[in-house]
C-alpha cells in the first residue's frame, strides 16, 4: 500500500488543500500530520491567544477528517525529527507540505529536505497555499522584490491565480499510526476573555456571513471604528483556514467596490511577504533606517507601560489597547493609531509595540506586523516616512458619536462626543469625577519631539 504523510502547518483546512489532495492522488492512504514544533514555543510566538486558537483549529481539522474517514495525528518536539519518525512508521515514501516563507520556516523546510533525503523519502514543496502570489513570483526589473506597494499591486492583478480545490470527500489514514492527544482551549493560561473559536467551520461561517451582509459595505465602513465592521478574517487567514486563493477567486466573482477593497488587503498580506522573504532581517532591524533615537524601556518606560495598559489619557489609544487584550484583536484603523502615537508621539522604539502586538494578537504575523509596524514608524515601506497621525482629529472622524471609546472605556460612558475624545478639557467638577487619566504628553511636544529628533545630524 502506498502511503504519503501531509504535513500541516499554517494551513489547517481541508478546502483547497493542494497538499493534501496530491497526497490522495498519488497515494492509497495518507497520515495527516501536525506537529507542536518546539522550536517555535523556544521562539515565544507560541502566546496564550494563538495557542488557544490553536488548540480550536486541529480539533476542528480532527473532526473533519474524522467525517472523511481519518483523522489528524499530533506529535511535539523537533519538526524534523517527528515527521521522519512518523514517515518511517508509515512507510511513507513521500512527504508533502505547503511552502513557507519567513527565515525560520524555509531554513526548517531545507532541514527536513535533507534528513527525507537520507531516509530515502521525498519532500514535495506546493507553492500558494498559504499565500495567494507567493514572493518571488513578480518582480521588477532591477530587483529582488517590490519596495512599494502600488506597482507590485498591479503585477500582482495580472497573475493567474491556480484554480481553487473543494475538500476530499475520503480521507484514509493507516491504523497502526498514532497520536497524542489533542490539545485543548480550556488547558491554556492568560488567554484573552473575548477570543473568537478557531477553526475551518468557524472561519467559513464568518466568510459566508459576511459575503452576505458586509462585503459590499466593506470600502465605505471599514475605517469606521464603531461599526465593526471589518471582516474579521486575518486569524483564519494566519492560521490557513481560509484560503487566500479562494478569498480572492470569490471576490473578484463577486465584484463591486467593497469586495475590490477587500482583494487589495489580500494583496498587502501577499506584498509583506515578499519583502519580508527578500530582506528576513526586517523582522527585527529598520527595512529603510532613518537613524533614529528612539526612546526605549530605559528612557520611556512609564510612557510604554501607560501605552500598554490603555491609560495614556488619550480615549481612542486607550479603548484600543484594552480592546487588543480583551479581544486579541484590534481594529485595523485602531492599529494605525496605536502604533503612530508610541512611535511618532511618543517616540518609542516600533520594536517595543510590535513585541506587544506579537503578543496578544490571535493573528500575529511578523511579516503583516513587524512590516506594518515600520511603515507606520518611518522605517518601512512607506514613501511618506513623516507621516503623523493625530489621534484626537482620527478619532472624531472615525468614531463621530464616540461609540467605540465608550465601549471599551466604562469610566467615560457619560461624556457624549466629542467631549469623549477630550475629556481632560471638560469642565473642573466634571474632569475630577472622571476616573480617567490626564495625557502622559502634549500632541505638540510629542510632534515638536519627533521633528527635532528627524532634524538631528546624522
Known sequence: MRVSVVLFTSDLRLHDH?????ALASADAVVPLFVRDRAVAATGFATPNRSAFLADCLADLDAGLRERGGRLVVRSGDLVAEVCRVAREADAGEVHLSAAHSRFATRREERL?????SDGRRLSVHDAVTVAVPPGE????????FAVFTPYLRRWTQVRLRPAVGAPRRVPVPDHVRGEPLPARDAVPGVSPGLPAGGERAGRGRMTAYWRGGLDAYDDTRDALAA???????????????????LVHRGRRHGGPGAEALVRQLAWRDFHRQVLAARPDAAHGDYRTRHDHWRTERTAREDIEAWREGRTGYPVIDAAMRQLRHEGWMHNRARLLTACFLSKTLYVDWRIGAAHFLYWLVDGDVANNQLNWQWVAGTGTDTR?????????????YDPEGSYVRRWLPELRGVGAPAVHEPWKLPGPARAALDYPDPVVDLAEGLERFRRAHARPR
Not at 513578480?138 to 522584490?145: C, I, L, Q, Y
Not at 465593526?228 to 479562494?246: C, I, M, P, Q, R
Not at 516616512?385 to 472622524?397: D, E, F, G, S, Y
Open 385 to 397: 516616512p513623516n507621516r503623523v497621525l493625530n489621534p484626537v482629529a482620527q478619532a472624531k472622524k
Open 228 to 246: 465593526d465592521a471589518t471582516s474579521k478574517l486575518s486569524a483564519h487567514l494566519h492560521f490557513g483556514t481560509l484560503s487566500a486563493v479562494e
Open 113 to 117: 529536505r535533507r534528513a527525507l533525503d
Open 138 to 145: 513578480v518582480t521588477p526589473a532591477a530587483s529582488d522584490h
Open 18 to 22: 493542494p497538499p493534501l489532495r496530491a
